[in-house]
């Protein structure tokens, strides 16, 4: 079993920063993939951001320039610095881990941004 805890939510203005962290524990297994997803009141959960083991990143296309994924494997941990923030970025914020057989979502952490 994994479990995952995000962390590193809160209240911000627009244009500024907060760095989103997702710990993993259990069994996580090597090559896995990580990645951020987010969902606003009333839409959908859409992809945000994902990242491989081997440090290959990807990015939905409103958070382009703006938001960095990067992943520590020895502490199983990822992390989401979103820069510039704007009101549309308000949402939960969830933490997503693939493994070749199973795929888990932490709890979810919720990002405000005021304008």
């Known amino acids: 079993q994994v479990q995952l805890v995000e962390s590193g939510g809160g209240l911000v203005q627009a244009g500024g920063s907060l760095r989103l962290s997702c710990a993993a524990s259990?069994?996580?297994?090597?090559?896995?993939?990580m990645g951020w997803f987010r969902q606003a009141p009333g839409k959908e959960r859409e992809f945000v951001a994902a990242?491989?083991?081997?440090?290959?990143?990807n990015y939905a296309d409103p958070v382009k320039g703006r938001f960095t994924i990067s992943r520590d494997n020895a502490k199983n941990t990822v992390y989401l610095q979103m820069n510039s923030l704007k009101p549309e970025d308000t949402a939960v914020y969830y933490c997503?881990?693939?493994?070749?057989?199973?795929?888990?979502w932490g709890q979810g952490t919720q990002v405000t941004v005021s304008s």
């Open positions: 997503k881990l693939t493994t070749i057989s199973h795929v888990y």
């Open positions: 259990g069994r996580t297994f090597n090559n896995n993939n």
């Open positions: 990242i491989t083991w081997t440090g290959s990143t």
